[in-house]
Nanobody, 122 residues
Framework: QVQLVESGGGLVQAGGSLRLSCSVF????????MYWYRQAPGKQRELVAT???????NYADSVKGRFTISADNAKNTTYLDMNSLKPEDTAVYYC????????????????WGQGTQVTVSS
């Protein structure tokens, strides 16, 4: 069974930084892409950053230049470095993976982490 476990959220003042981590546990054949989403109270879930197995990286316009997504393939861990944080970055952050479990051929599945709260005070 594949599980995604996040860590690194917390409370930070505006202008500060946080690093979120998302580790993939279980028997994994391949990871096609990892994604960070966020959901603020009363708002829809928003895609924040993407990193694919081919090395493609994309960001939402609202975080470009401030957030950096990276991956340590040896550790099956994806990171989201968040700098120059703003109060509007306050949300629950979720990692999502497009993952093919070991023993499964020809298709991958969508897995989600449990979410981690990021609160930015003004």
């Amino acid at each position: 069974q594949v599980q995604l476990v996040e860590s690194g959220g917390g409370l930070v003042q505006a202008g500060g930084s946080l690093r979120l981590s998302c580790s993939v546990f279980g028997n994994v054949a391949s990871i096609n892409g990892m994604y960070w989403y966020r959901q603020a109270p009363g708002k829809q879930r928003e895609l924040v950053a993407t990193i694919t197995s081919g090395g493609n990286i994309n960001y939402a316009d609202s975080v470009k230049g401030r957030f950096t997504i990276s991956a340590d393939n040896a550790k099956n861990t994806t990171y989201l470095d968040m700098n120059s944080l703003k109060p509007e970055d306050t949300a629950v952050y979720y990692c999502n993976g497009d993952i093919r479990p070991d023993g499964v051929r020809w298709r991958s599945y969508d897995y989600w982490g449990q979410g981690t709260q990021v609160t930015v005070s003004s």
